[in-house]
């Protein structure tokens, strides 16, 4: 599986080519789906560019690219757009159209109800475990490590020389991972050495400016479609 991550927390300042009103993103989802992304994952904004969990600035992103593509859509609960845990909750508990997976950074605070109210919602929770975090250490301990859709396993190291031995790393900290399906990925400098050792490893992986905005050459990314493209690329020459 290749996931898309359309936009993240990025803003204006990096460029235009980051897609950020419900209509960019649906363009650039349905590109990246005809690219081969198999999945997405969006941060939906408000009008000024700022990530929110708002039930307004949610549905209308959610309708867009559903009118656009039909693979499954997820979107963030990350702290720093509601980071008051209370808050949070009540914004997921308040969404009046439901993504089809949500993910929940298993190191913040408020995770565990944050992630019961979804599965109460029927969405899909994505356990976002970062390196350099007691993420691992959390899930392993949480009764609700077994329902979650998969694990998102996040390598935060940007360096493209030691990303791959903290990626090896988060994955021995997660251990079996209560036999939950396994998506691993980087950031910026770790982002292509990361998804290649997915590849090696035959693990689920994602790809798009949230994660990276250049091409394993250097070269800036002129989409996620063109993203996506050469994931494909450089997964499939991993798996040989």
């Known amino acids: 599986m290749i996931q898309v991550c359309l ?6 300042t990096d460029g235009a080519v980051v897609p950020l009103s419900p209509e960019a993103l649906a363009d650039s989802a349905a590109e990246a789906v005809a690219a081969g992304a198999t999945d997405i994952h969006v941060h939906p904004k408000t009008p000024c560019g700022q990530d929110s969990l708002s039930p307004r600035v949610l549905a209308p992103t959610l309708e867009a690219i559903r009118t656009r593509v039909s693979v499954p859509v997820g979107v963030t609960t990350g702290a720093w757009a509601e980071p008051d845990p209370e808050a949070r909750l009540e914004r997921v508990r ?8 949500a993910s929940v950074n298993w190191h913040e605070p408020g995770a565990e109800e944050v992630a019961a109210a979804l599965l109460e919602r029927g969405v899909g929770v994505e356990a976002g475990i970062w390196s350099g975090t007691d993420g691992a250490t959390r899930f392993a301990a949480s009764p609700l490590g077994p329902m979650v859709l998969r694990v998102l396993a996040e390598v935060t190291d940007t360096s493209a020389q030691t990303a791959e031995e903290t990626a090896r790393g988060l994955l021995a900290d997660l251990g079996p991972a209560f036999g939950r399906p396994v998506l691993l990925h980087g950031e910026d400098g770790g982002a292509w050495p990361v998804l290649r050792l997915a590849g090696r490893l035959g693990l689920a992986t994602r790809i798009g400016l949230e994660d990276t905005l250049v091409l394993p050459d250097g070269e800036r990314a002129a989409s996620n479609a063109g993203l996506v493209t050469e994931a494909l ?7 040989r």
Do not use: E, K, M
């Not at 690329?233 to 798996?239: A, D, E, H, M, T």
């Open 7 to 12: 936009n993240g927390p990025r803003g204006a």
């Open 94 to 101: 308040s969404w009046t159209v439901l993504p089809d997976h």
């Open 233 to 239: 690329r450089q997964y499939g020459r991993s798996r």
